[in-house]
């Protein structure tokens, strides 16, 4: 395969990190497989969510064990440098982002713990790189515990605590609070229970700092896919071209944004069209970041955003790893301190989880490169943030489009330094490119096929 054989692999690498060769199994094989690792970890978790038998903490993160532990060896199947993107994808979905979601699960946090979420929902939540928007109320019914339960849940509600802090101020729809039907002032007892437990699924803090909650229909999610399959077709092209320096590492930063966004959109449509269940944008115009910090937490990849600010970042800035319970009176707001906490300690498990994308793919890690790129966003950030501060103490507010450029110039500058070496060293980049260009190419194929028929 053209630009899978640049890969350079650690001594052995690829005997001993292709587990389909060794198990002689084809590719179809090994998807298969995967895919019954989703669906096998999904129907765990829906298991043991809908008994309740278990409190957060300890004993969900026993149940949640093996699901974690089978996603670390699932991306295994695939071999390094011929399914370099089937391996990325497995990588990414599996050993990052579900199983942050299980064990946010286990700490009464996260997407699963969002909505009273259907099998099929669940499913869709857990093995797919999504986030339900936090305003979704069109999860199916909840089942209802036992009566006195549901008793103490109705009265929770009718007292303004049972919503697990959201807020209920006429404002807006943004705080994911339920609404009523029209026509009915007072829904009758068992509805008012229904209503109560479903409460205490929504998120506790909102929107969890997105810009927007809605990524859209599943139609027009479909036509965004098809647009990014366009994208990378063409920076497929740009990317064997000789370019300089910043606009080199430009363009690869777009081809990442234009694969893990179309890794996204793709099943967004799917899951949008099949279960009905909103989602939230996994890129949100990353371009029109007017900061560092706006970048990371608010435009660019969402999907992992999420899961480090539900697992990391939330449970250090509340001093605790199980959420609160629902009705439990609000923790005083974060000092400074421990949100500046926060941001750090997310930036290091970020880079420490690039650190093992990067095992997975070459059999060997960056030598604490990538973290090293990831911990640099934090001093950016605060930097950034006391130099606008001194300007605007001085009656100077820069313009959108001149902050558009530094934040720009900055991340292009601190990936070229950082984050892209390692991966054109090691071969990353060939790889991905060569096995995206084969997959076009067969598509194209496959395209043509059907039209001469």
């Not at 350079?8 to 198990?23: D, F, Q, T, Y």
């Not at 729809?173 to 007892?189: A, I, K, L, V, Y």
Request: proline share 7%; glycine share 10%; aromatic share 8%.
């Amino acid at each position: 395969m053209e630009g899978g054989s640049a890969l350079e692999l650690a001594p052995a690498g690829e005997l001993k990190g292709c587990w389909r060769n060794s198990l002689g199994i084809d590719f179809s094989a090994a998807l298969a497989a995967a895919a019954a690792t989703h669906l096998a970890g999904a129907a765990w978790l829906h298991f043991w969510d809908r008994r309740r038998c278990l409190p957060p903490g300890g004993s969900r993160l026993a149940v949640v064990a093996p699901v974690v532990a089978l996603n670390l060896v699932t991306p295994l199947l695939f071999c390094r440098s011929e399914d370099a993107i089937a391996r990325l994808i497995a990588t990414f979905n599996l050993t990052w982002l579900a199983s942050f979601k299980a064990v946010s699960w286990a700490l009464n946090r996260g997407p699963l713990c969002m909505l009273d979420l259907t099998p099929v929902q669940l499913l869709a939540v857990y093995a797919t790189p999504l986030t339900p928007a936090a305003s979704d109320n069109q999860a199916a019914p909840p089942r209802l515990p036992p009566t006195k339960a549901a008793t103490s849940a109705a009265a929770a509600t009718t007292s303004g605590h049972g919503n697990g802090g959201l807020g209920t101020s006429s404002g807006g729809n943004d705080s994911g609070t339920m609404q009523q039907q029209s026509g009915s002032s007072e829904p009758p007892p068992g509805r008012r229970a229904a209503e109560a437990y479903r409460a205490r699924r929504m998120p506790r803090v909102g929107s969890q700092g997105r810009l927007n909650e809605d990524a859209g229909s599943g139609a027009g999610m479909l036509l965004t896919w098809i647009g990014k399959l366009a994208l990378i077709a063409a920076m497929v092209w740009v990317m064997q071209q000789p370019l300089p320096g910043l606009l080199q590492s430009f363009a690869y930063g777009l081809a990442l944004y234009g694969l893990l966004s179309a890794i996204m959109d793709g099943p967004a449509a799917g899951v949008i069209g099949l279960t009905g269940l909103r989602v939230s944008p996994h890129f949100d115009r990353p371009w029109r970041s007017t900061s560092v910090a706006a970048f990371w937490s608010k435009r660019w990849d969402l999907a992992a955003g999420n899961t480090l600010r539900q697992l990391v970042y939330d449970p250090v800035c509340e001093g605790r790893w199980v959420a609160l319970p629902p009705g439990a009176a609000a923790p005083p707001p974060p000092s400074a301190a421990r949100m500046a906490l926060g941001t750090a300690a997310s930036f290091a498990v970020s880079g420490a989880v690039h650190e093992a994308i990067f095992w997975y793919l070459t059999g060997r890690t960056t030598g604490g490169v990538w973290l090293c790129f990831f911990l640099a966003q934090v001093p950016l950030i605060f930097g950034e943030r006391v130099v606008l501060a001194a300007l605007r103490r001085r009656g100077i507010r820069l313009p959108g489009w001149l902050r558009n450029i530094a934040t720009a110039l900055l991340l292009v500058a601190t990936g070229q330094l950082l984050f892209w070496p390692p991966a054109i060293e090691h071969g990353v980049v060939s790889a991905l490119v060569g096995n995206t260009q084969t997959g076009i190419l067969q598509l194209a194929a496959a395209v043509r096929g059907v039209l001469l028929r």
